[in-house]
């Protein structure tokens, strides 16, 4: 009875496998500019032809890897609908309130330092048909 060795991918692909991970955990470090280009029409064939190529060639596992990375360029580009803006925008002007007491445990939990609040009191309407 003879054991096989299992197989081991090439060190060009265990090297582009780490390159892809550095660059899925420092996506936000790449340029703006390269992001927006991503984000085109053009951008995203090649981006897509990328994923098909790598996935043909060095297996399913470089392809997912690849999808993740350029998926996640996609989502860090400044015309992404998913962009890091506010999204509670009430449409009025911010004014600023002093605090009064301790923070909220949300703050203290993730560390957050509110600037200012847009404002102090709810208004409800009721439904209308």
Do not use: C, N
């Not at 600023?96 to 330092?113: N, S």
């Amino acid at each position: 009875m003879s054991l096989s060795l299992p197989l081991m991918d090439s060190p060009l692909a265990l090297t582009y496998g780490i390159l892809l991970i550095l660059l899925i955990v420092y996506s936000v470090a790449v340029p703006v500019s390269l992001r927006m280009l991503m984000d085109s029409l053009l951008g995203r064939i090649l981006g897509v032809l990328w994923i098909y190529g790598i996935t043909e060639s060095l297996g399913w596992v470089y392809g997912i890897l690849t999808a993740m990375a350029f998926l996640l360029l996609l989502y860090r580009s400044p015309s992404s609908p998913y962009d890091s803006r506010e999204g509670f925008d009430g449409g009025g002007t911010v004014s600023e309130k002093r605090r009064i007491g301790k923070r909220w445990f949300v703050e203290r939990v993730l560390g957050e330092q509110p600037v200012a609040i847009a404002t102090d009191r709810v208004t409800t309407h009721p439904v209308q048909e």
